[in-house]
């Protein structure tokens, strides 16, 4: 069995929290205060990027497998996040001020973990 990679140093503290602020790739609005969210390394599908309205279609979207993840507790930890139609039992997160998505993901059944996708997002 290989070694899980060590999260990006550049990106979680020792404690494990994220360093930097975390902000939408596309307008630069503020999703996370930096120490806000805990770094997660867990496998999810998020369907490809775009507005929300296309989110919530119900179909089949292409999209990533990804692995690594900022993990929120309390959905008022968000500085500005929004969120998708139910999708099943899931509902994606997306920018508030762009609506660009899906940045992250929330299982309906779990009401204690929203996950931000690394490569979805910028930091500053």
């Known amino acids: 069995m290989e070694p899980a990679e060590a999260p ?18 596309r307008c630069g609005s503020r999703v996370l205060q930096p ?6 390394r867990r496998q999810l599908f998020l369907p490809s990027m775009r507005k ?6 119900g179909g089949s979207p292409d999209g990533d497998l990804l692995q690594e993840h900022w993990l929120v507790e309390d959905m008022f930890t ?7 139609k139910d999708v099943g039992n899931v ?3 997306v920018c508030a ?4 998505g899906p940045i ?6 779990d009401k204690h973990s929203f ?10």
């Open 8 to 25: 990006p140093s550049e990106l979680v503290s020792a404690e494990g929290r994220n360093r930097k602020a975390v902000l939408c790739q």
């Open 35 to 40: 120490g806000a969210a805990l770094f997660s």
């Open 52 to 57: 929300k309205p296309a989110l919530a279609d």
């Open 78 to 84: 968000f500085e500005n996040v929004g969120f998708t």
């Open 91 to 93: 509902k994606f997160l």
């Open 97 to 100: 001020d762009c609506e660009i």
């Open 104 to 109: 992250g993901w929330h299982c309906l059944d």
């Open 115 to 124: 996950y931000v996708a690394l490569e979805r997002v910028s930091h500053e």
